[in-house]
């Protein structure tokens, strides 16, 4: 089945505490993507990855950081996480040889920074 | 920038009703428009994918349109049911920034559909 998977689903940490939400896809996509969702402020992305080795940031990347040593392989990092970051956070891939654009999520992680 | 708006923000109806969800985008110049619906506290899924050249597509009891000429897509519910109560988003892609162009989401609107 075709999916994007996210660790953990539910995660409470205090502030300073360095945190990995991961993510993988088994489709074999090139484009992969982190979201953050709040309420009022809709979804906003954090980084994303054209392919292997291949990162830049979104519209929201301070306080984030991203890897892509893999390509099925996608994870955030938040070095110091502050209250601020609290939120609920979306991985997404699509595939971009041969693509349509359709974009697929994941089941989301929400994270509380206290 | 792109800007996309959905309309109303919130509905509730009866089941059985058929309904229209809005959205609107500002830059015509789309690749792509996907609607998607999203329960409380889930990921998202997609429902429609539209491209810039299509004019609507269909999966079930769900139809969206798209009208690029007047920034419009609206999403067709037909016959609604209670399972069909969640957040329904649409996102557009339009060149910028990557081959792949950028993706701005709307706001959403919560369906919440009465036995």
């Known amino acids: 089945e075709a999916q994007v998977t996210q660790n953990p689903r539910y995660l409470i940490t205090v502030t300073g505490k360095k945190l990995t939400v991961t993510c993988s896809q088994n489709m074999n996509h090139e484009y992969m993507s982190w979201y953050r969702q709040d309420p009022g402020l809709g979804l906003r992305q954090i980084y994303y990855?054209?392919?292997?080795?291949?990162?830049d940031k979104g519209d929201v990347p301070e306080g984030y950081k991203v890897s892509r040593k893999e390509k099925r392989n996608f994870p955030l990092i938040l070095e110091s996480p502050s209250p601020n970051q609290t939120s609920l956070y979306f991985c997404?891939?699509?595939?971009?040889?041969?693509?349509?654009?359709?974009?697929?999520f994941g089941e989301g992680s929400r994270l509380t920074v206290l | 920038k792109q800007e996309v708006t959905q309309i109303p923000a919130a509905l509730s109806v009866p089941e059985g009703e058929n309904l229209v969800l809005n959205c609107s985008f500002t830059?015509?110049?789309?690749?792509?428009l996907q609607w998607f619906r999203q329960d409380p506290g889930k990921g998202l899924t997609s429902l429609l994918l539209i491209q810039s050249s299509q004019r609507e597509q269909t999966s079930g009891r769900l139809n969206a349109s798209l009208d690029k000429s007047s920034g419009r897509s609206t999403l067709y519910i037909a016959a609604s049911q209670p399972g069909d109560s969640a957040t329904y988003l649409c996102a557009v892609r339009t060149p910028g920034g990557t081959s792949y162009g950028k993706l701005t989401f709307g706001q959403g609107t919560i369906l919440t559909v009465h036995p």
């Open positions: 990855s054209m392919n292997v080795e291949v990162t």
């Open positions: 997404a891939s699509l595939g971009l040889t041969g693509f349509t654009g359709e974009l697929f």
């Open positions: 830059d015509s110049a789309i690749y792509n």
